[in-house]
């Protein structure tokens, strides 16, 4: 049976087919050529559109009003001038029509050949964490493509990678930390070791986001930071973690620095803070910032267990009670904080319970800086004394509703010789210095999302607050300003920042007996009556014909008190004289002597 042909309109359809693709594509491009520097400019437009949203939202919220009115004060200018708005037009086309230009891609999209072989290397050295024997389809394996794994990367101008993207399996293990921190590990040798890159990973996409963190700043000096009663600035961080920056001084120059705020009072979740570290990684350093920022609405009391003068230029300042670096005076001073503690305790609970405000005595912070007090628990134990981190339990319980802050700084090895209620109530944790990944997450309690690398500059490290994330932390630069080997700018900066010197209260002086140790004190003739102490009260006169008591050498003096224990070694007087010993805070309080005494 023969075959019908076809009718003519669909043998030549095709063909007609054929010829109107053409006629619409020549169509096409020749109404682009003829609209092209539309097209340009339309794009322009948008790209500037783009970028101008993009630096609205950027710049910080207090700042939006000025540019806001820059933005108006522009405008209004141009509409007022000659001519204005017509080469406000030009200009804005002009620039649309750069902006909006084709971009032709470069010879050098692609990675050249020890960029490929970087690649690669990096791609054969992750095939063992990636890979397993049942995938049918590996995406790492042995002599692979690795386009396929990274499809995103970039390099610096020194040929190493600033930024990469991986794929990986979604049978990895990427929720287990151990299993990440080989990876990132890996990727952190591979790709160039002494930077400290920033690891994100995408469970649900299965990718892995690595970035090249820059350096923080470490020439920004101690200075008085734009902040509120309560907030104290640790560093500075990255400006992705934290959403406030703060206006500082270099120099001439002024600059926005975003800072780890951390925040004390009776509110806060974090009342209390461990900082550790290497010698010389800058725990001093941070705890000089602290003071000299909590002495502009508080008190401080300081414990230098280092015995190195780090404190020196605070002694005897407006707002610090003490600066103690014996024993003796350790102990004194943390009794002394642990019963006002409880004072302001029982002040505050006793002002609630009436319907009144706490008193303003109550009101005014009190901080504890430590700075290393595992050396007075060596000193405590081998003298016979209780150890002085045991009077920081009511300090740490029960600081928080006091207004009271215990700030503890000291070593990385010796984490383990801080007393339990020191690692159990300071939430606010800080690490400088060069650190491993387990010192970091043992200090911290989480491990950090960036690298730790060997060489880091003073005052270099990381910082959490309560659960929060881990921030990169540089504390301002404070130096002691009494070391000959500080820079003299540093130095003027900490020394403008001190508080003045404490004025002496009126009719305060010295006693004689602590000025002439040693000397005997003259014995009053008969008829002669004693000199008047500071009491009110006139002394007792013997009667006429009594004989003076005088001390004999080796006999105890009967020295009567009121209150408090009986001062050793005391000399006679009219009024006793402690000895060198010291005594519990507070001091015993000393009356003149009654008749039936003398009697």
């Not at 920081?392 to 984490?415: I, Y």
Request: with cysteine.
């Amino acid at each position: 049976m023969a075959r019908r042909p076809l009718p003519r309109i669909l043998s030549s359809g095709s063909a007609q087919l054929a010829r109107s693709r053409e006629l619409a594509r020549t169509a096409a491009d020749g109404a682009t050529d003829v609209l092209h520097p539309l097209i340009t400019i339309m794009r322009g437009l948008r790209r500037l559109a783009a970028a101008g949203r993009r630096r609205w939202t950027e710049t910080p919220k207090e700042r939006r009003g000025a540019l806001l009115f820059l933005v108006a004060s522009v405008v209004l200018v141009v509409a007022l001038v000659p001519y204005g708005p017509l080469l406000a037009g030009i200009t804005l086309m002009a620039a649309a029509a750069w902006q909006g230009r084709d971009r032709a891609a470069s010879a050098s999209d692609g990675p050249d050949e020890s960029q490929s072989q970087r690649l690669k290397s990096l791609y054969e050295a992750l095939v063992p964490y990636f890979s397993a024997a049942e995938d049918p389809e590996p995406l790492y394996s042995h002599g692979g493509a690795w386009d396929k794994a990274f499809p995103t990367y970039a390099f610096d101008g020194d040929g190493r990678i600033s930024q990469l993207v991986v794929r990986y399996p979604a049978y990895f293990t990427d929720g287990e930390a151990e299993a990440r921190a080989r990876i990132e590990h890996v990727l952190a040798a591979k790709s160039g070791r002494g930077r400290e890159y920033h690891f994100t990973w995408d469970e649900e996409g299965n990718q892995l986001t690595v970035g090249v963190l820059l350096p923080l700043p470490v020439d920004i000096a101690a200075q008085r930071f734009v902040t509120t009663p309560g907030e104290t600035v640790l560093g500075f961080t990255d400006p992705t973690r934290v959403q406030r920056t703060l206006p500082l001084t270099h120099g001439e120059r002024r600059r926005d620095v975003p800072p780890v705020i951390w925040r004390t009072g009776p509110r806060s979740t974090e009342p209390h803070l461990l900082a550790l570290g290497q010698p010389g990684s800058g725990t001093s350093t941070l705890l000089r910032s602290i003071a000299l920022q909590a002495l502009r609405h508080g008190d401080v009391v300081i414990i230098d267990g280092g015995g190195t003068g780090e404190y020196a230029c605070l002694t005897g300042r407006d707002g610090v009670l003490a600066v103690e670096a014996g024993l003796a005076g350790v102990t004194a001073s943390l009794e002394w904080a642990a019963t006002e503690t409880e004072r302001r305790l029982t002040s505050a609970n006793r002002a609630h319970q009436a319907g009144h405000p706490p008193p303003d005595d109550t009101k005014r912070p009190l901080w504890i800086l430590l700075d290393r007090p595992t050396a007075f628990t060596h000193l405590a134990a081998a003298d016979g004394r209780k150890d002085p981190q045991s009077l920081l339990q009511v300090p740490l319980r029960h600081g928080r509703p006091a207004n009271v802050t215990v700030v503890v700084a000291d070593q990385l090895d010796s984490m383990d010789a801080l007393s339990d209620p020191v690692r159990r109530h300071t939430r606010a944790r800080v690490v400088l210095g060069p650190a491993t990944t387990d010192q970091l997450e043992s200090g911290l309690g989480a491990p950090p999302h960036t690298t730790p690398i060997d060489q880091l500059p003073p005052g270099r490290g990381y910082a959490r607050l309560g659960m929060g994330p881990v921030h990169r932390l540089q504390v301002p630069a404070t130096p002691n300003p009494y070391d000959d080997a500080t820079p003299d700018a540093l130095c003027q900066a900490v020394l403008d920042l001190l508080p003045p010197r404490t004025a002496p209260a009126d009719g305060e002086t010295i006693p004689e007996q602590d000025q002439s140790a040693g000397e005997p004190e003259p014995v009053p003739t008969a008829g002669e009556s004693e000199p008047v102490t500071t009491s009110g009260e006139p002394e007792r006169v013997p009667a006429s014909g009594e004989p003076e008591r005088v001390p004999v050498a080796g006999e105890p003096e009967r020295v009567p008190v009121a209150v408090g224990p009986v001062a050793p070694e005391a000399k006679p007087g009219p009024v006793p004289v402690l000895g060198q010993d010291p005594l519990p805070h507070p001091a015993p309080v000393l009356t003149k002597p009654s008749e039936a005494d003398h009697s």
